[in-house]
């Protein structure tokens, strides 16, 4: 049923879009740096990318301060083929979000830059003008909902989906620094879980939903079991487990030499989706997801990284394969 409702792969995603910083050459440690790479990034403006990269399209709904830096974001937008049709600038004191990331895995050091977060200035009004029926589906990472009023344009979004028939796709990705409370955090991210046909979350995201991290699994396979009809939870790795039919279905990861660790949920999610729009069977969509999740460890920035259709298939055709599960 969710491979139908995927079919033309045209998805709305809602949340940030942000602009990157990090050390050139890779390894430099933030501190040591004298020259620095720029690039989009955000956790939804990533997935986005990643999937106009896979021959999806893609409409980001967010808010940008309207200044340079959020300039920048919509001309990367528009660079990656994003359509911005939904993003608004919004004036005053708010800030499009900066994150300054090291390439490189030893100590690596990542800083992000929230205070009085444009993105956070997304409005139920904003919702309201957007035709859902145009899409095929609603995919929205946790963040979304760390304070007002986006929290209520985000649930008025799911509202509007659920109205028009559209699966609603959830990316946990619990950004503690994002939120007032880890108690707020917990209803909140369980209360949009609760709405959702997919979700995708590590296992310390369904542990912290769970109230602790060995209630993590078990957490995933009750959301299985009573609301979503796909579970993922992702172990880093170990690989994932995918919760589905009332299967579990474990699967590896491929091995790569990571030069830093972001990036990567955004890119398995983009695999995933693309995946299950051109009606590969969950498995391999979830291994496919895995696969681009390797591909932008691998490389310095995050949606520069994100691989297109023939980088993936190069990359599985010379990769000796997944892990065992």
């Avoid at 986005?48 to 340079?68: E, P, Q, R, Y």
């Avoid at 990472?141 to 659920?162: D, I």
């Amino acid at each position: 049923m969710l491979q139908d409702a995927l079919a033309t792969g045209n998805f709305l995603v809602i949340g940030r879009v942000g602009m990157d910083f990090f050390p050139d050459p890779p390894g430099t440690r933030t501190r040591d740096a004298t020259t620095m790479q720029v690039s989009m990034g955000g956790s939804a403006a990533n997935t986005a990318a990643g999937l106009v990269k896979l021959g999806c399209k893609a409409a980001l709904v967010t808010a940008v301060s309207d200044d340079a830096v959020g300039w920048y974001c919509e001309g990367q937008l528009d660079h990656y083929g994003v359509d911005r049709t939904h993003v608004k600038r919004v004036r005053g004191e708010y800030r499009t979000s900066l994150a300054v990331y090291e390439t490189r895995i030893e100590e690596h050091q990542s800083v992000i830059y929230r205070n009085n977060a444009a993105d956070f200035q997304m409005e139920v009004d904003d919702i309201e003008v957007i035709d859902f029926s145009a899409y095929d589906a609603v995919l929205t990472a946790g963040t979304v909902f760390a304070a007002e009023p986006s929290r209520a344009a985000a649930f008025r979004a799911f509202e509007k989906a659920q109205a028009a028939g559209l699966p609603i796709l959830f990316d946990i990705d619990y950004r503690p620094y994002s939120w007032p409370s880890v108690e707020e955090a917990a209803e909140v991210l369980t209360r949009a879980g609760d709405m959702a046909e997919v979700i995708v979350g590590n296992d310390e995201e369904f542990g912290f939903m769970a109230g602790h991290i060995n209630n993590g699994l078990a957490k995933a396979r009750a959301l299985a079991e009573t609301s979503a009809q796909i579970v993922i939870y992702k172990m880093g790795p170990d690989g994932a487990i995918t919760f589905a039919d009332g299967y579990e279905t474990r699967t590896g990861i491929y091995p790569v030499e990571a030069v830093k660790p972001t990036g990567a949920g955004d890119s398995f999610m983009a695999g995933l989706l693309a995946s299950l729009s051109e009606g590969r069977p969950l498995e391999e969509a979830v291994l496919r997801g895995s696969a681009c999740a390797s591909v932008v460890v691998a490389k310095p920035g995050c949606s520069p990284a994100m691989p297109d259709t023939n980088e993936l298939e190069a990359f599985l055709a010379a990769h000796p394969g997944p892990t065992q599960a």
